[in-house]
C-alpha cells in the first residue's frame, strides 16, 4: 500500500476530442491507443494506458443523426478492440472481443448515431484481457447531444457546470505502479483497490460557482460499486441514467451504481456561500472536494419533465428468454455456460420486443455467506427495466439502460428490442467475472 498522498490537484477535465471532418451531419477522430506515463503521486511516474495521452481518454462528443467514423489506432505492442459500451451500432462496429485491432494497426468503423442525448462510454474488450486494459486506464466517455438536450434548461458549460466524473478504484505499490495482479479475494469478487480516483486524480478538488451543477458520473472500475453522496447529506436531482434523460428529475440523496452504470445529476449549491467545501464521497470514502468560489447570478430551476420517454408495451412480448447467473470466481458461468467464441447462445430477431429474465443464483465464494453481485450488461441496445423482485424498479430504474445490478438471489424482468443486427454480447461487467468466462453471445438477423 502507498502511504504517500495524493498530490494535491484540481479535478483532471479531459479534452474534448477534435471532429476532423468539417461537414455538417458528419463527424470523423482520431483515437490513439498508447502506453504513457501518468503521476498519481508527487514526484512518482506510474506506467499506465491511455488513448490520446497517458491515462483515459478525450470526450467523444456526438449529435444524434451524425455519421461518425472513428480511426483507432493501436500503438501497443498487444492486441485490443474498443467497444462503445451503449452506443446501438451493427455487431461490426460494436468493438467487442472479435473486432480485434492488432498492434500497429488501424481499425475505422463508422456508424449513424441513433438514439437520444445520453453519457456513453468506450473500452477495451479484448477477450479474457478486458480487465487489464481497463485497469491500466483505456477508458473515456462519449457524449451524445440531441435537440432535446440542447433545448433543456440544464447546465452545459463544459468543464464549468457540466462536469465528466470517472470513478475508478486502483492499488499502487510503494514505488506507485499499478500492476494488475489478483489476489485470492480479487479472483472472488473481482478487483478491488484501497485509493479511488476521479478522473485519473485522487481526492482532487473541483471549483464551481453556487449554481446547479450536472455532474455526468461513470463508475468505470473493474468491480467495486458506489453509493454516493454528499457530506451534509444535501438532496440532488438524477436526470439522467445509462441510455439517456430519465422521463422526471428523479430527488434522492445518494445514488448507488455498479461496475458501468452512469448518472446524471444536478446538485443545487444556490444556497451555498463562497469558501464553502463540500465533501463528495460513497459510504467508506471521500473522493472529492468541491469548492464554492464565487457567486452565481443564474437562477437554480430544476427541470421537472425531461423528455418523452416512450415505454415498451407487455402485450406485444413476442418471446422470454431467462439468464441465470451461477457460480463465483473462475466459475461464474451464465445459464450454466462460460463464453465460447465459437459458440451462439442465442438467436433474436430485429424489432421484436423480447422479455429477458435475468437473476442471480450466485452464493458467494467457497461456500461462505458472502454475496455475489453481478452487473448484467447488454450490447448494442438500451433497454428498460419493468420488474425488481416482483417490484416495479426505482424511478431511477425506469429510462433508458444497458446495464443492470442483480445481487444474489435477485431476479430482474427487463424488455429488449434490437434495431441493430450481428453477434452481440451479454456478460458481467465485474471485468474479472467477465474475463474468467461470464459472458455469451447472440445474433440479432
Ligand atoms: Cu462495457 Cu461488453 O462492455
Ligand atoms: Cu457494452
Ligand atoms: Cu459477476
Known sequence: ENSQKGKETKLPIPPILKDTNPEEGKAEFDLT?????????????????????????????????????????????????????????????????????????????????????????????????????????????????????????????????DIPLVVQDKRFTKEGAIPYELNMRDTMDGFMGDTILINGAIGPELDVKNELVRLRILNGSNARSYDFNFSDKTKFYQIASDGGFLEKSVEMTNVILAPAERAEILVDFSEYKVGDKITFRDTENNLMTINIIEDSTKKADIPKKLVDMPKYDKD?????????????????????????????????????????????????????????????????????????????????????????????????????????????MYHCHILEHEDSGMMGQFTVE
Not at 451464465?334 to 465459437?342: A, L, T, V
Open 33 to 161: 491507443v498508447q502506453k504513457g506515463e501518468t503521476e498519481f503521486f508527487k514526484d512518482q511516474k506510474t506506467d499506465t494506458l491511455g488513448y490520446n495521452g497517458n491515462y483515459l481518454g478525450p470526450i467523444i462528443k456526438v449529435n444524434k443523426g451524425d455519421e461518425v467514423k472513428i480511426n483507432v489506432n493501436n500503438t501497443l505492442d498487444e492486441s485490443t478492440t474498443v467497444h462503445w459500451h451503449g452506443l446501438e451500432v451493427p455487431a461490426e462496429m460494436d468493438g467487442g472481443p472479435h473486432q480485434r485491432i492488432e498492434p500497429s494497426s488501424t481499425w475505422s468503423p463508422f456508424f449513424t448515431i441513433n438514439q437520444p442525448a445520453a453519457t456513453l462510454w468506450y473500452h477495451p474488450h479484448l477477450l479474457d484481457k478486458t480487465g487489464e486494459q481497463v485497469y491500466k486506464g483505456l477508458a473515456g466517455l462519449i457524449y451524445i447531444e440531441d435537440e432535446n438536450s440542447s433545448e433543456l434548461d440544464i447546465p452545459k458549460d463544459y468543464g464549468i457546470n
Open 316 to 424: 406485444e412480448i413476442v418471446r422470454s428468454r431467462e439468464f441465470v447467473m451461477s457460480g463465483s470466481g473462475p466459475m461464474v458461468a451464465i445459464n450454466g455456460k462460460q463464453m465460447d467464441m465459437n459458440r451462439i447462445d442465442e438467436e433474436l430477431k430485429v424489432n421484436e420486443l423480447e422479455e429477458w429474465v435475468v437473476s442471480n443464483e450466485s452464493s458467494g465464494g467457497m461456500g461462505m455467506m458472502s454475496s455475489s453481485p453481478h452487473p448484467f450488461h447488454v450490447h448494442g441496445v438500451q433497454f428498460q427495466i419493468i420488474e425488481r423482485n416482483g417490484d416495479k424498479p426505482p424511478l431511477n430504474e425506469q429510462g433508458w439502460k444497458d446495464t443492470v445490478m442483480v445481487k444474489s438471489n435477485e431476479k430482474v424482468k427487463l424488455l429488449v428490442n434490437f434495431r441493430e443486427k450481428g453477434l452481440f
